[in-house]
């Protein structure tokens, strides 16, 4: 079984920063790529950025120069930093694994979810 585990959400002034960050565990054989989508209120999930194992990263265009993804491959975690926020970024945000595991083959996994809000 694979967990994918998120933390660092909360509320944020416009203009402030939030780093989120994402662990996967369990019994993982190989890792591949991983990311970070968001939700907002009655919108579909959208992809905010993602990483492959090798470091290429791919960026949504709304958050292109704000946001940075980093992975560290040796503990399975990758981070977001969110820089220049906007009340626009406000969303549930959720990171996804694609991993191989022990018994499983290669699936896609989720976390739960963490809840971003910028406002005055």
């Known amino acids: 079984q694979v967990q994918v585990v998120e933390s660092g959400g909360g509320l944020v002034q416009p203009g402030g920063s939030l780093r989120l960050s994402c662990a996967a565990s369990?019994?993982?054989?190989?890792?591949?790529?991983m990311g970070w989508y968001r939700q907002a209120l009655g919108l579909q999930r959208e992809l905010v950025a993602a990483?492959?194992?090798?470091?290429?990263?791919n960026y949504a265009d709304s958050v292109k120069g704000r946001f940075t993804i980093s992975r560290d491959n040796a503990k399975n975690t990758i981070s977001l930093q969110m820089n220049s926020l906007n009340p626009e970024d406000t969303a549930v945000y959720y990171c996804?694994?694609?991993?191989?595991?022990?018994?499983?083959?290669?699936?896609?996994?989720w976390g739960q979810g963490t809840q971003v809000t910028v406002s005055s």
């Open positions: 369990g019994s993982i054989f190989s890792m591949y790529a």
């Open positions: 990483i492959t194992s090798g470091g290429r990263t």
């Open positions: 996804n694994a694609d991993v191989e595991s022990y018994g499983r083959g290669r699936n896609i996994y």
